[in-house]
């Protein structure tokens, strides 16, 4: 997994045990955190079986690699979810050089991460549907359990107001989930076919969000009332999704990363005039697919950073968001600098077909041999 994400002026890029924090504009390194080989090095505490033996889960011996990255909404702290030894580690961002104030122990690997607003705590969302909640001020506190889907959760967002955590999960499903008395269901978002992938607030609008899905669609809700305001159709199935403000409440450019597609990026200005939503403008952005796996981007006022993997080596492109093509602005060395930091390590792209449905098609089975049935019965009478 390669986490790459944009936060105001920093470019954050997360691969295998590195997470690099970076200038985009000269050759600058503003921090660097590298997580140990061994967390047991720092404090994670490995539970035992009913039988006294370490889990596997979480030995010291499996390999440890980043899955998810996020900053909180003060910038004071970082978090990270790590695999192999399954763990949440929290940091302080500042001073300059990150400093490691907890490490606790997932009982699955972690499918999404999300600050609350004011960065009092972290939620956790894992594999088989579960989100925890854990806090940022008493470290050692243990986890609570706040909600979970029959299925995996796919993205989370908590709401300005701490009133909601909205959720999207393989199911077709968007849950707005009341916070605190989370075992109540505020509303559901529904019309979706495929996956749920991404979500995101609108900021400056108390009620909408955006969702991108597997049925190749971008739609637009007012998620208190579940209610559908825009549908988008996309080329292919949507994987990953961006979003930038451009104007203050009225318009914003949505970012979304196809599955399997020639174009790999869809450029989306989502506008209000007249009290309605509607797309203003679309563009697509080739980034070169098929030429290499791409697995993520992060999206800046002018630039595309796309990463992926080439002959299983990360490998980090950038393209002009103005007009998809390669962008000649990047300052000469910045690149390689990037690529140095993580030369040793492999880049394996997750496999996303997994994340569609299989669809069992029982009738017409059924059917054949009900034919058949039927042919062997004239055939005895005869």
């Known amino acids: ?24 504009n000269d050759l600058q390194i503003f921090k660097n955190i590298e997580v ?23 030995g010291s011996n499996l390999e440890v690699s980043i899955l998810n990255v996020c900053y909180s909404p003060d910038r004071q702290l970082i978090a990270l979810t790590t695999v192999g ?3 949440l580690l929290l940091y302080k961002s500042r001073p300059e050089h ?49 909600l979970g889907h029959l299925s995996i959760v796919y993205d989370l967002v908590w709401t300005p107001d701490l009133k909601h955590i909205i959720t999207c999960d393989r199911d077709d499903k ?5 916070y605190p008395a989370t075992h109540d269901i505020h509303s559901y978002c529904l019309g979706h076919k495929e996956f749920v992938s991404g979500l995101a607030l609108l900021p400056g609008n108390d009620d909408l969000l955006i969702s991108i899905s597997g049925d190749k669609t971008l739609r637009l809700w007012k998620y208190l009332t579940g209610k559908e305001v825009l549908q988008q159709q996309l080329p292919a199935p949507a994987v990953r999704l961006q979003m930038r403000e451009l104007i203050e409440s009225k318009r914003y450019l949505l ?61 980090l492109r950038v393209y002009n968001s103005a007009d998809g093509k390669e ?18 390590q492999r880049c394996v792209p997750e496999d996303l077909s997994v994340w569609f449905k299989k669809r069992y098609d029982n009738i017409s089975e059924y059917m054949e041999r009900k034919k058949r049935r039927i042919e062997d019965q004239q055939q005895n009478q005869k």
């Not at 390669?2 to 985009?24: A, D, K, Q, S």
């Not at 597609?261 to 509607?278: F, N, R």
């Open 1 to 24: 997994m390669t986490t790459i994400f944009y936060t105001e002026p920093e470019l954050v890029l997360g691969h295998g045990r590195e997470v690099l924090f970076l200038n985009p």
């Open 36 to 58: 140990p080989a061994d967390l047991t090095t720092c404090g994670l505490k490995i539970e035992a079986t009913d039988e006294g033996e370490p889990k596997a889960t979480c």
């Open 85 to 87: 030894q399954k763990a």
């Open 98 to 146: 990150a400093m490691l104030l907890s490490v606790r122990a997932l009982s699955r690997a972690s499918s999404a991460l999300a600050f609350a607003a004011d960065s009092s705590s972290v939620l956790v969302t894992d594999k088989t549907g579960d989100c925890y909640q854990y806090d940022c001020v008493e470290v050692e506190a243990p986890p609570k359990l706040l």
């Open 174 to 178: 968007i849950r707005v989930t009341n």
């Open 255 to 315: 970012a979304v990363l196809f599955y399997d597609h020639v174009e790999a990026i869809g450029l989306y200005e989502l506008e209000l005039k007249k009290d309605a939503w509607s797309i203003a403008k679309e563009s697509l952005v080739r980034a070169e697919a098929g030429s290499w796996n791409i697995t993520n981007f992060a999206l800046t006022s002018d630039r595309i950073y796309v990463a992926g993997a080439v002959n299983e080596r990360l490998t």
């Open 327 to 344: 962008a000649e602005s990047v300052p000469e060395g910045w690149l390689d600098m990037v690529m140095e930091n993580f030369a040793e």
